[in-house]
DNA sequence: CGTCGGGCTAAGG
DNA sequence: CCTTAGCCCGACG
């Protein structure tokens, strides 16, 4: 093959979710052999599922430290705190707060990372994107992760052949909790925040 | 045999 | 130059 480094496309990485979702954080060898996930990837080896998906949550799979006398990434860990406001804060935050950690069919990542505190650039995919959603939905009472999904979709993912599929699998991560809804107090607004460990790309790409 | 974690290194910014 | 992400290797069960 051409290329050294064979890039995973968004339909690999549905299926590891979907996949993940199905039979959980662990079952490498199990997703390969399910017949839906076979097909798409045939090509990879539970040692690369389990690579990508440590690859997919890289912020807590790092664990803590994350220089080794290298390079010293100076990556701002982000504040260990979630700046809402001050009256924000209330039972739900030590909720959010030791949250999972991944580790069993959630995946996860933190939420707390993903509000105002990043600028741009640098970790933010997905979750960006999703509190983009969130806001612009701008519902009172919440937006419904299958919304939010939708507009996701919808917005940054146009007709495409594969947005059934994302849309099954979103729903399905939702069900089975691959996807989950975070309740996040501020100001009385009651926001309904998704956290989920999507990290798709390439609206357009061919193969 | 399969999973987990660390480390290397190619690509891209 | 630095960050990212796929792959490889060794260890553990």
């Not at 105002?116 to 009472?141: D, G």
């Not at 990290?199 to 061919?206: L, V």
Request: net charge neutral; hydrophobic share 35%.
């Amino acid at each position: 093959m051409g290329a050294r480094k064979q890039k995973w496309t968004s339909e690999e990485e549905a299926a590891l979710r979907a996949g993940i979702a199905r039979y959980g954080v662990g079952s490498w060898r199990l997703i390969l052999k399910d017949d839906d996930f076979r097909s798409i990837l045939s090509c990879r080896s539970n040692v690369d599922l389990k690579d990508k998906w440590r690859n997919i949550n890289v912020f807590f799979t790092e664990s803590g430290s994350m220089d080794k006398g290298r390079t010293a990434m100076k990556k701002n860990r982000a504040t260990p705190r979630r700046n809402d406001h001050p009256m924000a804060k209330s039972t739900v935050a030590s909720d959010v707060d030791d949250e999972i950690v991944d580790e069993q069919p959630i995946a996860s990542v933190s939420s707390e990372l993903w509000n105002v505190s990043i600028p741009k650039k640098s970790r933010s995919r997905l979750n960006n994107i999703i509190l983009e959603s969130v806001k612009n939905l701008n519902e009172p009472t919440g937006s419904h992760s299958t919304t939010i999904a939708k507009y996701i979709e919808e917005e940054y993912w146009p007709p495409s052949d594969f947005d059934r599929m994302l849309s099954a699998n979103l729903k399905d991560l939702t069900t089975s909790g691959e996807l989950i809804e975070r309740l996040i107090g501020s100001t009385g607004l009651h926001l309904h925040l998704v956290q989920c460990t999507l990290r798709d790309e390439a609206p357009k790409h061919c193969c």
